[in-house]
């Protein structure tokens, strides 16, 4: 056994090209809080760090935009125009006004769903990030703060995430908002509050792999959201293709892009493999979920209606680059989160467990990816060693449904658990299941095209399609779940659609 023990570790320190790794794996501690303090705030607060994510977990902080006192004063890294900046009473001597203009603006929701987030950028520092507010007009004001940062590519251009959290929001409500500074504002935008309540029945709009270039869907999803048919967005990784080309400006283009759907409902993203450049630091910079400061939204979990959801990061388990140490942080997190959606209190408010990350476990394209494979990474874990697959913990916890993109195409499948179908029965194959349900949806357009399909499935795949489109999602109860696959190449057409339905919500039993 000991030796086993010692030919497993020996290979996983060959795959691993960092010895580090090791010792951070071994030395992991959930509870030290400075392994994650990546992103802080700028110029209103002491705590200014930029942190280089083009370094590996076990790189030496980087001198060149880090402060080594937390507590520094240290403004080295300012130019005197951004000095003068941060001093309100003369807000507009020495800067364009024309890169003080909030842009990109878009939402999410914060520590519970009664706050909203507000984030936009600007290409120059701003004087207080502001929000004025409120349900009969903008009579409330709500400040925040800023983030620099610099874009990793040969100009290292900077640019400054403006943060504001909008804070007990009535439920249900129309709300209208714009933000900005004294040095410019955005055009006014709306958006209607969520509701606590976990009787409440939210629909959602769900979908992957959308870029700038043949973006497909994107037409569809910013009417129906305008005509306000959506609660919330789930995009499931894959952004702009990519966010960090031409310097970043591809990126601030797809923001630019999905503000007419994520300046009006919560947005709400999951890393994919188009995100990794510099550590996924457009990704890290760009959004703010819930838990941001802990977690750099790669992985968090929020409420709404009688549903839990869980985002994961999916690319922890391909990018080793970058260390295990966020695979493991992520794993530890995941169990805690699920033991706790399971204790029955807590199950009995939110029976439903929704998790969405980018690659699936399984996948039946032609196109050789990881998910295509018998024993996929996130489903089995890290190669060789099997280690922090999800798949067990999941069917153990109970999830329910599983949402996943990266493949170009659309596929249902049938309730599997170790590529067998656990089917409610031969009639009613969603009622009841005794394993999870998964669902790919990463055909909302992009410059990659559809994907095609293996002629042979298998046993679990239920319905596929390669039309360009997205998934609109309605939780109706604590039994009742309803999923469609919208059609953007049959004009909105519905292709696919099922319910699941679940009398008890609870960890599976192996029959
Ligand atoms: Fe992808």
Request: glycine fraction near 6%; charge should be negative.
């Given at each position: 056994?000991?030796?086993?023990?010692?030919?497993?570790?020996?290979?996983?320190?060959?795959?691993?090209?960092?010895?580090?790794?090791?010792?951070?794996?071994?030395?992991?501690?959930?509870?030290?809080?400075?392994?994650?303090?990546?992103?802080?705030?700028?110029?209103?607060?002491?705590?200014?760090?930029?942190?280089?994510?083009?370094?590996?977990?076990?790189?030496?902080?980087?001198?060149?935009?880090?402060?080594?006192?937390?507590?520094?004063?240290?403004?080295?890294?300012?130019?005197?125009?951004?000095?003068?900046?941060?001093?309100p009473e003369n807000p507009t001597e020495g800067i364009s006004v024309l890169y003080a203009q909030p842009e990109q603006i878009h939402l999410s929701i914060g520590t519970n769903v009664s706050t909203f987030v507000v984030t936009w950028q600007t290409m120059s520092p701003t004087p207080v990030p502001t929000c004025k507010y409120g349900r009969n007009?903008?009579?409330?004001?709500?400040?925040?703060?800023?983030?620099?940062?610099?874009?990793?590519?040969?100009?290292?251009?900077?640019?400054?995430?403006?943060?504001?959290?909008?804070?007990?929001?009535?439920?249900?409500?129309?709300?209208?908002?714009?933000?900005?500074?004294?040095?410019?504002?955005?055009?006014?935008?709306?958006?209607?509050?969520?509701?606590?309540?976990?009787?409440?029945?939210?629909?959602?709009?769900?979908?992957?792999?959308?870029?700038?270039?043949?973006?497909?869907?994107?037409?569809?999803?910013?009417?129906?959201?305008?005509?306000?048919?959506?609660?919330?967005?789930?995009?499931?990784?894959?952004?702009?293709?990519?966010?960090?080309?031409?310097?970043?400006?591809?990126?601030?283009?797809?923001?630019?892009?999905?503000?007419?759907?994520?300046?009006?409902?919560?947005?709400?993203?999951?890393?994919?493999?188009?995100?990794?450049?510099?550590?996924?630091?457009?990704?890290?910079?760009?959004?703010?979920?819930?838990?941001?400061?802990?977690?750099?939204?790669?992985?968090?979990?929020?409420?709404?209606?009688?549903?839990?959801?869980?985002?994961?990061?999916?690319?922890?388990?391909?990018?080793?680059?970058?260390?295990?140490?966020?695979?493991?942080?992520?794993?530890?997190?995941?169990?805690?989160?699920?033991?706790?959606?399971?204790?029955?209190?807590?199950?009995?408010?939110?029976?439903?467990?929704?998790?969405?990350?980018?690659?699936?476990?399984?996948?039946?394209?032609?196109?050789?990816?990881?998910?295509?494979?018998?024993?996929?990474?996130?489903?089995?874990?890290?190669?060789?060693?099997?280690?922090?697959?999800?798949?067990?913990?999941?069917?153990?916890?109970?999830?329910?449904?599983?949402?996943?993109?990266?493949?170009?195409?659309?596929?249902?499948?049938?309730?599997v658990y170790e590529h067998k179908v656990y089917n409610g029965s031969n009639s009613a194959p969603y009622v009841n299941p005794n394993a999870p349900v998964h669902v790919i949806s990463g055909s909302a357009g992009c410059q990659e095209n559809t994907d095609r399909f293996i002629k042979h499935p298998m046993a679990w795949s239920a319905f596929r399609?390669?039309?360009?489109?997205?998934?609109?999602?309605?939780?109706?109860?604590?039994?009742?779940?309803?999923?469609?696959?919208?059609?953007?190449?049959?004009?909105?057409?519905?292709?696919?659609?099922?319910?699941?339905?679940?009398?008890?919500?609870?960890?599976?039993?192996?029959?």
């Amino acid at each position: 056994m000991i030796i086993r023990q010692a030919i497993i570790l020996l290979i996983f320190i060959s795959f691993s090209s960092q010895r580090k790794t090791i010792d951070l794996l071994l030395s992991y501690n959930l509870e030290d809080p400075t392994r994650y303090q990546l992103k802080t705030s700028y110029g209103f607060d002491d705590s200014r760090k930029q942190h280089d994510y083009s370094k590996t977990d076990s790189d030496e902080p980087n001198t060149e935009n880090h402060f080594d006192d937390e507590n520094s004063t240290d403004e080295s890294s300012l130019n005197d125009e951004e000095l003068d900046l941060l001093q309100p009473e003369n807000p507009t001597e020495g800067i364009s006004v024309l890169y003080a203009q909030p842009e990109q603006i878009h939402l999410s929701i914060g520590t519970n769903v009664s706050t909203f987030v507000v984030t936009w950028q600007t290409m120059s520092p701003t004087p207080v990030p502001t929000c004025k507010y409120g349900r009969n007009g903008m009579i409330k004001i709500a400040t925040g703060d800023t983030t620099l940062f610099i874009d990793g590519g040969k100009e290292k251009l900077k640019r400054y995430i403006h943060k504001v959290q909008l804070e007990n929001l009535i439920p249900q409500q129309k709300y209208v908002y714009h933000c900005g500074s004294s040095l410019g504002w955005s055009e006014e935008f709306w958006f209607k509050s969520l509701d606590p309540s976990e009787s409440w029945a939210p629909t959602l709009a769900v979908y992957g792999d959308l870029g700038n270039i043949n973006g497909r869907s994107l037409p569809y999803l910013q009417e129906e959201t305008q005509r306000s048919r959506f609660d919330a967005i789930l995009h499931v990784g894959d952004f702009a293709y990519d966010m960090r080309d031409a310097e970043g400006e591809v990126g601030d283009q797809f923001m630019r892009q999905i503000e007419p759907i994520a300046a009006y409902v919560p947005y709400m993203v999951s890393p994919g493999n188009h995100e990794e450049a510099y550590n996924f630091s457009h990704y890290r910079y760009r959004f703010n979920m819930p838990n941001s400061e802990e977690t750099e939204n790669l992985f968090y979990e929020f409420k709404l209606g009688p549903v839990q959801f869980i985002s994961i990061n999916t690319e922890a388990y391909y990018f080793l680059e970058y260390g295990i140490k966020i695979v493991v942080k992520q794993y530890m997190w995941l169990v805690e989160v699920l033991k706790e959606a399971n204790k029955p209190e807590n199950r009995a408010r939110w029976p439903w467990i929704i998790t969405y990350g980018h690659r699936p476990m399984y996948c039946s394209d032609d196109d050789g990816d990881d998910c295509t494979k018998r024993s996929s990474r996130v489903r089995s874990g890290l190669p060789v060693v099997n280690w922090f697959g999800l798949e067990n913990l999941f069917y153990e916890s109970g999830v329910d449904l599983e949402i996943w993109a990266h493949e170009h195409s659309y596929e249902r499948l049938w309730p599997v658990y170790e590529h067998k179908v656990y089917n409610g029965s031969n009639s009613a194959p969603y009622v009841n299941p005794n394993a999870p349900v998964h669902v790919i949806s990463g055909s909302a357009g992009c410059q990659e095209n559809t994907d095609r399909f293996i002629k042979h499935p298998m046993a679990w795949s239920a319905f596929r399609n390669s039309d360009y489109g997205y998934a609109r999602l309605k939780i109706l109860n604590h039994t009742h779940l309803y999923m469609e696959q919208v059609s953007a190449e049959k004009e909105g057409d519905i292709i696919d659609s099922f319910w699941l339905i679940k009398d008890q919500h609870g960890p599976y039993s192996k029959k």
